[in-house]
């Protein structure tokens, strides 16, 4: 497949894509007519913060699955187009966090003690030892804003330094953020009790301008230290405060705008440090990120989960060998369903019983999902299939029980509407051989694969030859056949799967017959 790189990343990622075999094409300078053009066929799609991923960039890739973000930040990313156009956004979190983290301590300890004004000065023939009195760490408190996986290497790091540790962050636990040594407070207690203050957050519409020129009040005397993303904190603010001593410093490393505008007030100022975005440059996380992404972007076009994906469900690396074959089986017992029910779909329903119920299930739902609408969608993958469901106003209910009956695991979906319900159950024998076992509650030993036709009839002498003397009459070949019944002589089901489509005459002369109750065919496996 094709994979489209329109911003720098390390050889290594670039070395990982081709050796699965895929085509690489690289182009740094790509925009406008040009980036849609070279996009249109592409697979996949790997950008780091130079290229914008718009809605109208998505429209024009119409193969397109993945979009690999090469570090942490995805403000260049338009996430919920990219979700509606089923295309899977991840990056690599875990790449660069060590060198975030540690540039921030660096910008810290800069700030502190201005090193790099010192360092200038002594370059230029001045001893000027006696003008730079410093910070010590040791005893001063360090508010964290956002404590996520850079938030909480930074605060390790500078609590084990002697540093009281305080954080915001609305979205971890109390626990959590206890276990790496920091108290959790609010928002302006966070800035109020610190001496430095480290920023941590994405650029989000939420923490676009969180820290002006009210919150830097609320610091005092104190320093800030941004290498999270641009944005996030006032520059003319911090200027104006650094410059009427409100503030006693600042480090930066990350702008609203880059390349940061030679009359930026930043520059202005020896008590703002400032950085050129160097948070990941190092050369291990380079090739970290890179890697990390190249191995995402190949999971996607394989058809399988993406660790690191954010508008997708994911599975941990290691419980996914555990997970993978109960995805295919979720997807396949969707289709059946939903090609047997009659009628609009309002409820769909699907339950894990025996030890599948003790993994994570959230990719298998999305596969369920995504099979019961691939009939009524031209594009539907396990990235959209959840937002068709709230689209169309399809309630969704999951459940889990560790006990089953009869089989080690079942995955049951269950379509319905208000006249009608199809339940299809699933398991895997040997292991990995999947086996529609129920339909309807109907027990059958179905082999999920190609065409299949389902027949509901009165269970009576001759019906079942009926079946096989009409589809022999119209050229289909039986290739296996799965009869189940309630009640001798009541209502019986019949799975046939079959070599060619059944034709609608074929259908019909069936259906003509007062023993026969209704004919459906199944298509499977990319069938036509």
């Not at 001893?127 to 760490?137: C, P």
């Not at 489509?501 to 209704?518: F, H, N, Q, T």
Request: glycine letters at 10%; proline letters at 4%; hydrophobic letters at 40%.
């Amino acid at each position: 497949m094709k994979v489209l790189v329109t911003d720098p990343i390390a050889d290594a990622g670039l070395d990982v894509l081709r050796e699965a075999g895929h085509e690489v094409e690289t182009g740094y300078e790509l925009e406008g007519n040009d980036l849609l053009e070279a996009v249109s066929d592409a697979n996949g799609l790997i950008v780091r913060s130079g290229t914008e991923v718009t809605a109208t960039v998505l429209e024009a890739a119409e193969d397109l699955v993945i979009v690999g973000r090469a570090g942490i930040g995805v403000d260049n990313i338009d996430i919920d187009a990219a979700k509606d156009h089923g295309v899977i956004v991840a990056n690599a979190p875990e790449g660069n966090v060590r060198a975030a983290a540690e540039h921030t301590v660096a910008m810290t300890f800069a700030t502190a003690r201005s090193i790099p004004q010192a360092h200038i000065r002594l370059k230029n023939g001045e001893w000027a030892k006696s003008d730079y009195l410093g910070t010590e760490l040791n005893g001063k408190t360090l508010g964290v804003v956002g404590l996520g996986r850079v938030g909480q290497e930074v605060a390790k790091k500078l609590d084990s330094l002697g540093m009281d540790v305080v954080a915001y962050d609305p979205y971890i636990s109390e626990e959590r953020a206890e276990r790496i040594g920091a108290e959790l407070v609010e928002f302006e207690p966070c800035l109020e009790a610190a001496d430095f203050v480290t920023v941590h957050t994405p650029l989000t519409p939420e923490t676009e301008g969180l820290i002006g020129e009210a919150e830097l009040d609320l610091l005092g005397d104190g320093y800030l230290v941004n290498c999270a993303r641009g944005g996030v904190v006032d520059e003319d603010a911090l200027a104006a405060k650094v410059e009427d001593g409100t503030l006693a410093g600042a480090a930066i490393d990350v702008f609203a705008e880059e390349p940061l505008a030679a009359d930026s007030p930043l520059l202005e100022h020896d008590e703002i440090i400032v950085t050129p975005h160097l948070g990941a440059s190092t050369e291990a996380a380079q090739e970290n990120v890179a890697t990390s992404t190249a191995a995402q972007v190949n999971a996607a076009l394989v058809g399988e989960p993406v660790a690191n994906a954010l508008n997708a469900p994911s599975i941990d690396e290691s419980a996914f060998p555990r997970v993978e074959p109960y995805i295919d089986l979720a997807e396949t017992a969707g289709k059946v369903a939903a090609q047997l029910l009659e009628g609009r779909i309002e409820d769909i329903e699907v339950v894990y019983e025996g030890d599948i119920a003790d993994e994570d299930i959230e990719f298998v739902t999305a596969s369920a999902l995504k099979g019961v609408f691939q009939p009524l969608e031209w594009q539907v993958n396990a990235v959209n299939a959840p937002q068709i469901a709230e689209d169309r106003g399809v309630d969704v209910t999951e459940s889990k029980t560790r006990q089953a009956e009869d089989f080690q695991s079942l995955v049951s979906v269950t379509v319905s509407n208000d006249d009608d319900e199809v339940s299809v159950d699933g398991t895997l024998f040997a292991g990995d051989d999947p086996r529609i076992v129920r339909i309807d509650g109907y027990r059958v030993d179905a082999i999920p694969h190609g065409r299949m036709v389902v027949t509901r009839n009165t269970d009576e002498p001759g019906v079942i030859g009926l079946i096989g003397s009409v589809m022999g009459t119209h050229d289909v070949n039986i290739a296996g056949m799965f009869n189940a019944r309630e009640t001798i002589g009541g209502e019986a089901l019949t799975v046939y799967n079959v070599d060619s489509e059944v034709p609608d005459a074929a259908k019909a002369e069936l259906e003509s017959d007062e023993r026969v109750i209704g004919v459906s065919d199944i298509t499977l496996n990319g069938q036509s």
